[in-house]
């Protein structure tokens, strides 16, 4: 009974000890990124590199579902608005939907899983291949060569990607709104602008873009970095960044929703 | 991949997405009404605001002329002092007078300002003498039934 009872606080002790020390070592890692940044910074190509790889290929699957969630949200708010006699305001949804949540949400949860994933596997394999450690022997610093230019390019691509999802879905929902179904174009406009407010809806909507950014980029990396140099041991390190990015994009949201939109 | 090709694409990339940043704030957000350089600051005097908020906007015929800076409560009189920021391009007689209307039935609270007779027009700083406050629904359903409560007893004396 005694002994039951021991190895049940042991469990506990042992799990909260290593949550406390993977923190401490995501920090610890994430200090180091930034510390060593300054060569990266310097030697440009390297993010541009990581830009192209971050950004540019993720643009096609970012416009298309930006495009295809703006024809979404047009049609179901005009079929709901419709009722209420007020199909105009179906551009101050699909703008209001788009810039404030979808946009950011929506964008980041792509980018976890299109680039964060990615990243993650880079990082593993160059690890279990002994790769960092060849850099390390060489005199490179692996994390001014390959780690900060990689957090760079995932920072600065995110709030770009957002803003062209965004952009996509409100010219989604003007083409199924407008173009097919025939609602003004002039109160579609007007209405949205008169409504969309460039300090509340959407620069607080690119502040959230650029907190997922970082967020993403950084549990992508730590994942990668801090991975078992094993092919399971990988394999496991994309799932978790999947997960982990997009749990934790959503909960970022929730927290930056109640700062930004409630209150005043 | 080469060089000048990788660069072109990250061109193209930053480019697009700085010009959708654009697009948003420009076509998507009412940027060019926030923004007033050219602008004069006026304070009217209200009883009671209602629920008049800050960067509410100030209405003349219809036409958004400026916003509500700020509100504040002068303890003097105990009168909401309210600073208006109106567009230099719409100057206002210096007898004009400001009310606190209510935007549809269920719609927020704008100032609405009518342009009086004065040869002059309001400067900088002015203070706007005539004004009406905003309707507080409790206050006129108590004024109807106080009404009908006088009505009905003096009606029984006589």
Known sequence: ?264 | MQRTTLDLWVGIFVTAGVAALFVLALKVGNASSVNMSDSYRVIAEFDNIGGLKARAPVKSAGVVVGRVESISLDTRNFRANVALRIDKRYPFPRDSSASILTAGLLGEQYVGMDGGGDEQNLKDGDRLKITQSAIVLEKVIGQFLYGKAAETSSGKKE
């Not at chain 1, 899983?113 to 279990?128: D, H, V, Y």
């Not at chain 1, 450690?133 to 990607?161: K, N, Q, T, Y």
């Not at chain 1, 209405?191 to 959407?202: F, G, K, P």
């Not at chain 1, 999947?242 to 109640?258: E, H, I, M, P, R």
């Open chain 1, 1 to 264: 009974m005694l002994n039951a009872l021991s190895h049940g606080f042991r469990v506990v002790g042992r799990r909260s000890i290593n949550a406390v020390w993977r923190m401490g070592s995501a920090a610890r890692f994430m200090g180091l990124v930034l510390l060593r940044s300054g060569p990266s910074l310097r030697r440009f190509h390297l993010t541009i590199d990581e830009l192209h790889f971050a950004g540019v290929l993720s643009l096609i699957i970012i416009i298309v579902s930006g495009l295809f969630v703006g024809l979404v949200l047009g049609l179901q708010g005009y079929e709901t608005l419709k009722r209420y006699g007020s199909a105009e305001a179906v551009g101050t949804l699909v703008a209001l939907a788009l810039v404030r949540e979808l946009g950011p949400v929506v964008a980041a949860l792509l980018f976890a899983s299109r680039a964060g994933s990615a990243m993650t596997a880079e990082l593993g394999i160059m690890k279990s291949t002994e790769q960092l450690s060849a850099m390390e022997m060489m005199a490179v610093d692996p994390f001014a060569r390959v780690i900060s230019p990689m957090f760079w390019g995932g920072f600065l691509s995110m709030p770009l990607l957002a803003a062209i999802f965004s952009v996509m879905g409100i010219f989604g929902g003007y083409l199924i709104t407008v173009v097919i179904i025939g609602v003004d174009s002039g109160a579609f406009w007007s209405q949205m602008q008169s409504s969309v407010d460039l300090r509340n809806d959407i620069m607080n909507g690119v502040i959230k873009s650029v907190v997922f950014g970082a967020a993403v980029t950084a549990i992508a990396l730590f994942e990668g970095y801090d991975a078992p140099p094993t092919a399971e041991g990988v394999s496991h390190a994309v799932t978790r960044t999947v997960v982990t990015s997009a749990l934790a994009v959503l909960a970022l949201d929730f927290v930056l929703t109640a700062f930004m939109f409630t209150g005043v």
